[in-house]
């Protein structure tokens, strides 16, 4: 069974937020279209209701099968529970809905219904397993696709050919391009949210990295908050250890979490994985490292220390966004303990978030991820010939190349012992797919006269300004890779080499 567009009109969108609404209006036009290579972008902050959306889009009637993608476990337990049917309780308890069955993919989809897996599993099957999947189902659906991805993550997105819908919080250009995202895009920014009281605006204190003050400022907020928790989020195993003795021997109800600990006897104080229900546990302060980053809902928990410099933006965003749920009336509270360079990245992330807030914005932002074509615009502004370096120069031709063009220092050339397995070909095919997904303008030209087993790799980038530590100023980059074989050797030439120096 699952739910028709009468039941989804008449009893579950009233029950929606205008944003949720929105969205799945936004997906629906989009999968009403004729497949075209791209995909939709919905972009909603935590606790905005992303994971309803999920859940009513999955249980459409729409689509028979719906795969769901997530990169840890964690989030792909959370979602089975809520699309199962702990969201449809939780919006209309008093209502009985027919909804489809949710599974655990195995190697395919045989039965109609709803089958989440994480990228991780993806992986562990062969390519003709992953196209027999790609026939059967309906509809692809990405939580939160920011996981650097591995040479095969991405294979495996491009590989699928059907309709495929990404739903992030944390809509960053450098997690995004790779999913070729279209003119199908829907943006409910932070900033939105704290404006329509959906989610609470932080505040921020600049504490003394104390740990006395620390424990004492933490027993008093719990005395004045008796139903609320307290994150403390650190850098390492040994830190969470350190915070756990501290509070544990004053007799607080305290958690912490790490994936070590499992070798280490887990106890009821320390575990593994994070428990479920964590919200409407005992515990008053859970110590973590990157556990509950994502994919935990503890709307109780209204507190969070940060004890290091959070150097990764996504990942702070994701990790406040544990204590910006509405909860009765409690505000959302960190502790910076790093000198106020947090802060500093949080407010940058607000700047961020509330430009793109902005349809002009937003529409650049969504126009920006498609690198390559940024760069082929960029070419193409110039004229035909130009005066440069006291001589009349023609413009370079990306899709051609006169060898004689080309000044290599010698001294960087490397050789590397050839395998009778090597391919020019392969290896030159694995550069293009690397530099690709990371963005970048790529050509192979494997015709040069008179030369070969003779390949070179072409790429055009662009890179933020090395001299611009908060600015974004993006120069553009021509690189080569030059490859040429013989019966024994394999000798490169690599103008960034660092790229090769990762397969030697």
């Known amino acids: ?3 028709t567009t009468n039941v989804y009109q008449n009893v579950i969108s ?91 993919l195995d190697q395919e989809c045989a039965d109609n219904g709803v089958y989440v897996t994480t990228f991780h599993k993806l992986q562990i099957l062969t390519n003709a397993m992953i196209d027999n999947i790609s026939t059967q189902i309906d509809l692809v659906i990405v939580d939160e696709g920011h996981a650097e991805p591995a040479e095969k993550w991405s294979s495996i997105i491009r590989r699928i050919q059907k309709h495929k819908v990404i739903v992030t919080a944390t809509p960053y250009r450098n997690d995004l391009f790779q999913f070729d995202i279209g003119n199908f895009n829907y943006s409910y920014s932070f900033t939105h949210a704290v ?28 005395a004045e908050n008796i139903s609320l928790k307290v994150l403390i989020k650190c850098n390492s195993k040994d830190d969470i250890n350190s915070y756990f003795e501290d509070f544990f021997s004053l007799n607080y109800p305290v958690l912490a979490v790490h994936e070590d600990f499992k070798s ?13 229900n964590l919200n409407d546990s005992k515990f008053k302060v859970i110590i973590y490292q990157y556990k509950l980053d994502e994919g935990v809902d503890i ?41 106020g360079s947090n802060k500093l990245l949080w407010d940058n992330y607000i700047n961020f978030d509330s430009c793109i807030s902005n349809a002009d914005e937003w529409s650049k932002f ?8 940024i760069i082929d615009n960029y070419l193409d502004i110039f ?8 001589s009349f120069k023609k413009r370079f031709n990306f ?33 293009r797919f690397e530099l690709s997904r990371n963005g970048e303008l790529v050509r192979i030209i494997d015709h040069i006269i008179n030369q070969p087993n003779l390949l070179v790799v072409m790429s055009v980038c662009f890179t933020n300004s090395k001299y611009l530590s908060q600015d974004f100023f993006l120069e553009p980059s021509l690189e080569f890779v030059i490859i040429k074989a013989n019966n024994d050797l394999v000798a490169i030439y690599d103008s960034r080499s660092a790229l090769l120096h990762k397969w030697q």
């Open 14 to 104: 009233r029950s929606l937020r205008v944003c949720q609404r929105e969205a799945i209006q936004k997906i629906t036009d989009y999968t009403s279209q004729v497949f075209a290579q791209k995909s939709c972008l919905i972009c909603l902050p935590t606790g905005a209701g992303k994971t309803g959306v999920i859940a009513v889009i999955s249980q459409l009637d729409n689509f028979n099968k719906v795969l769901i993608i997530s990169h840890r476990r964690a989030v792909t337990d959370q979602l089975k529970r809520e699309i199962k049917r702990k969201f449809f309780k939780k919006i209309n308890p008093e209502h009985e809905f027919e909804l489809k069955s949710v599974f655990e």
């Open 264 to 276: 280490d006897h887990a106890t009821e104080s320390k575990k593994a994985q994070v428990p479920i």
């Open 366 to 373: 969504v126009n920006s991820l498609d690198s390559a074509r």
């Open 1 to 3: 069974m699952a739910i």
């Open 195 to 222: 404006r329509d009281q959906i989610i609470l605006m932080p505040n921020f204190i600049v504490f003394d990295n104390n740990r006395k003050c620390l424990i004492n400022y933490v027993h008093d907020y719990l």
């Open 299 to 339: 709307p109780s928990a209204k507190l969070l220390i940060l004890t290091y410099p959070v150097s990764n933006g996504r990942q702070l965003v994701q990790s406040i966004g544990r204590i910006v749920r509405k909860d009765n009336d409690n505000s959302a509270l960190v502790l910076d303990l790093s000198n």
């Open 383 to 390: 004229s035909e010939y130009n005066y440069s370096g006291m």
């Open 399 to 431: 899709n051609e190349l006169d060898a004689k063009n080309i000044s290599i220092p010698l001294v960087s050339v490397c050789f590397y012992k050839k395998y009778n397995n090597f391919s020019i070909s392969n290896f030159s095919e694995k550069l």
